[in-house]
Structure formats: structure tokens, C-alpha cells
């Protein structure tokens, strides 16, 4: 059964801090890229960031460069991405992605973000 499950969403003040984590199982986690999206109500899913299965390749949503650092871990099966400096436009739903090339890809169930003072 493939899970992808997320955690450490939560309320942060503007300029905090937040690292969360997608944990993986079910699949071969070590062949497929990982990604992290998000989504703010009244929006369309967006990108924010992708690493490669060795790691050796990493993009990032211009809005977040700098701020956010996406990270995996073979031994653990997990994904991570730290936020920092967050702002109140990172506020959204964020969903972590498992993707093998174009042949299949698994969504998790998401984790909120909330940045407010």
C-alpha cells in the first residue's frame, strides 16, 4: 500500500520557521523524484520544489529561492522541506509528490501552513 504521509504544518509567525516532512512507503522511494507543492484557497496547485532521486538535481519556485531548502533521506524514506523566512503568501495546503518519470506519480494528503501574526 503506498502512503506518502506529511507533517509539520502548523501556524508560524511571519519570518519563522517550518520543516516538514513527507514520509514514504509502499514503493521504491529511492527511483523517484520527490516533490513539494502547495495550494492557497482560491488557487491553482503550484510547484515549489523538486529534488531528483540522488539528489543531484534540485529547482525551486522563484518566490521561494533562498527561503526554502528540499532535502531527502534514503535511510528514513522521507522528504523534507525547511521554510524559512516565511511570509503570509506561503500560506497553503502542501502536498508532497513521488514521480516516476512519466510512468506513475503518488500525491500525499497534504499538511496546512498558516503564516500570520
Known amino acids: 500500500q503506498v502512503q506518502l504521509v506529511e507533517s509539520g504544518g502548523g501556524l508560524v509567525q511571519p519570518g519563522g520557521s517550518l520543516r516538514l516532512s513527507c514520509a514514504a512507503s509502499g514503493f521504491t522511494f529511492s527511483t523517484y523524484a520527490m516533490s513539494w507543492y502547495r495550494q492557497a484557497p482560491g488557487k491553482e496547485r503550484e510547484l515549489v520544489a523538486t529534488?531528483?532521486?540522488?539528489?543531484?538535481?534540485?529547482n525551486y519556485e522563484d518566490s521561494v529561492k533562498g527561503r526554502f531548502t528540499i532535502s531527502r533521506d534514503k535511510a528514513k524514506n522521507t522528504v523534507y522541506l525547511q521554510m524559512n523566512s516565511l511570509k503570509s503568501e506561503d500560506t497553503a495546503v502542501y502536498f508532497c509528490?513521488?514521480?516516476?518519470?512519466?510512468?506513475?506519480?503518488?500525491w500525499g494528503q497534504g499538511t496546512q501552513v498558516t503564516v500570520s501574526s
Open positions: 509528490r513521488a514521480r516516476l518519470a512519466s510512468i506513475r506519480s503518488y
Open positions: 529534488i531528483t532521486t540522488f539528489g543531484d538535481s534540485i
